[in-house]
């Protein structure tokens, strides 16, 4: 393990730093879907920009992951960190200022860049700093991190907007990023280990890269692109584009690694189960997890006549249980492993199954739906922080640091694809359901179908993987890579 000058204190420290990083960059996944009618109505946008503010910052981010994840491993993480930070607040404060829907979808998606180029080296900086049950904790608090940022997003949105007003509120959803990251900067600079120095010549796959990331944006780029409404149906052959690209990058990823030994991501970290069952599941997951607070705010603003700010609320309770669940499960992962992963899962199926009954039965009774649903999503969020952070834990747990990075942001990737496939399946099962007749609670009752069936996918991955680790013998994630 490498540690940083100053020992034991700065090793927490920079995860202080690495945590603050974590949480608002996936924080802007999520906190500019209650500012939608707002941008809607000031710039005058339509469904495709819209979308483009939207899924253009999850596919800038998904298709930066991997290069930056490489990049880092090969010695250049502290640049790439600053580069990030630097790079995200100014493209926040260009999204912030833009005059139009146009201006603001490009600016969003340079931001997702920059969220693209710091998140793998906060990955790989908890695994360079950390083994162990030290590492399980430390991801437990990024898990924490994450899952508390992606819920608390619409609060924290329609609290700014409602502050604000409804005109230029939404601006500030994207300023308010400025002065977090002018603090964080300066930190980062001192803190932020300095690379450790390789010997010998470095190689960098670029055409691995480059098919790697034609996978990518074949993978996501229909998902992110459907709004719903008039959408193209030729937009599905980009899917042969990213299957076709991932074939490919794996014949070339072995020949490459054979002849040169430093491919994009060596085939003996793709040959871990553990790595593959926890990516799987990674993806599943985040496909239902981020599609909840989806068809939430969707039927609670747009059928029962909740405020930015109220629907937002709903989700608190999912945030804070989520957060608690992840500090808690970090420090229990490295005892109970795979089974504290099903365990979280069969809770979060629990609270979306609710969920799901809540919404169909209780129809648009503002005074009842609400606090009902916020007791299932209470649950569902005590499942979910027993879910992120332990499973990216055992998924990583036997992969050399070297490899973390890139690693990690396949991991990532997976969860990026995941969130673009569920919101498109739901805003298409949605708003399919309302063009067919049916009323907002049936829409969302069967929109909320779709995230339970991803989550239930989660779950079937979790017993394969557990039975395959108890067959196998393996001990859980203790292994210190």
């Known amino acids: 393990m490498t540690d940083t000058p100053g020992g034991e204190p700065q090793r927490w420290h920079v995860l202080w730093v690495c945590l603050a990083v974590g949480f608002v960059t996936t924080l802007d996944v999520s906190i500019v879907n209650v500012a939608l009618p707002s941008i809607e109505s000031s710039l005058d946008a339509g469904p495709t920009e819209l979308q483009l503010v939207v899924a253009g910052y999850t596919l800038a981010f998904g298709l930066a992951l991997v290069p930056a994840g490489r990049l880092g491993d090969a010695g250049g993480r502290r640049r790439l960190f600053i580069a990030g930070l630097v790079g995200f607040a100014l493209f926040s404060l260009a999204s912030g200022v833009a005059p139009d829907g146009t201006l603001l979808g490009v600016a969003r998606l340079f931001q997702g860049v920059s969220a693209g180029l710091l998140n793998p080296q906060v990955v790989g900086l908890i695994q360079q700093l950390f083994s162990g049950a030290e590492r399980g904790r430390a991801f437990g608090l990024f898990g924490a991190t994450i899952g508390v940022s992606t819920a608390l997003g619409p609060v924290l949105g329609g609290v700014i907007i409602a502050l604000a007003g409804p005109e230029d509120g939404w601006r500030w959803v994207f300023l308010v990023n400025i002065?977090?990251?002018?603090?964080?900067?300066?930190?980062?600079?001192?803190?932020?280990?300095?690379?450790?120095v390789r010997h010998g010549p470095r190689r960098l796959d670029v055409v691995g890269l480059v098919l790697l990331g034609l996978a990518t944006v074949g993978l996501m780029l229909p998902f992110v692109t459907t709004t719903g409404?008039?959408?193209?149906?030729?937009?599905?052959?980009?899917?042969?584009?990213?299957?076709?690209?991932?074939?490919?990058?794996?014949?070339?990823?072995?020949?490459?690694?054979?002849?040169?030994?430093?491919?994009?991501?060596?085939?003996?970290?793709?040959?871990?189960?553990?790595?593959?069952?926890?990516?799987?599941?990674?993806?599943?997951?985040?496909?239902?997890?981020?599609?909840?607070?989806?068809?939430?705010?969707?039927?609670?603003?747009?059928?029962?006549?909740?405020?930015?700010?109220?629907?937002?609320?709903?989700?608190?309770?999912?945030?804070?249980?989520?957060?608690?669940?992840?500090?808690?499960?970090?420090r229990a992962v490295a005892r109970w492993g795979r089974p504290l992963v099903v365990l979280g899962l069969g809770l979060v199926l629990a609270g979306t199954a609710a969920a799901d009954v809540l919404v169909r039965t209780l129809g648009d009774r503002p005074e009842v739906v609400g606090p009902a649903l916020a007791g299932a999503l209470l649950v569902a969020g005590a499942g979910s922080g027993m879910v992120i952070a332990p499973n990216q834990t055992l998924a990583l747990a036997h992969v050399p640091v070297g490899s973390a990075g890139v690693a990690g942001s396949m991991i990532q990737v997976g969860q990026r694809v995941g969130s673009a496939v569920g919101v498109s399946v739901i805003l298409s099962v949605y708003y399919g359901g309302l063009a067919s007749g049916a009323d907002g609670a049936a829409a969302s009752g069967r929109a909320m179908l779709v995230t339970i069936g991803f989550v239930a996918v989660a779950l079937v991955v979790g017993v394969v993987d557990l039975r395959s680790r108890r067959a196998e013998g393996r001990g859980e994630p203790a292994a210190d890579a």
């Not at 959408?231 to 002849?259: C, F, K, T």
């Open 179 to 196: 002065p977090v990251i002018a603090v964080l900067l300066p930190f980062a600079w001192r803190l932020v280990p300095a690379p450790v």
């Open 229 to 330: 409404v008039d959408d193209d149906p030729a937009r599905w052959w980009w899917l042969a584009l990213g299957v076709g690209g991932a074939g490919v990058a794996a014949v070339w990823e072995r020949r490459y690694q054979r002849r040169v030994g430093a491919a994009v991501l060596d085939p003996q970290v793709l040959g871990l189960s553990s790595f593959r069952n926890g990516a799987l599941l990674g993806t599943a997951y985040f496909a239902g997890f981020t599609g909840i607070f989806l068809v939430v705010t969707l039927h609670l603003q747009d059928d029962v006549g909740y405020s930015p700010l109220q629907a937002g609320l709903v989700g608190t309770p999912f945030a804070v249980a989520s957060g608690v669940s992840a500090w808690l499960s970090g």
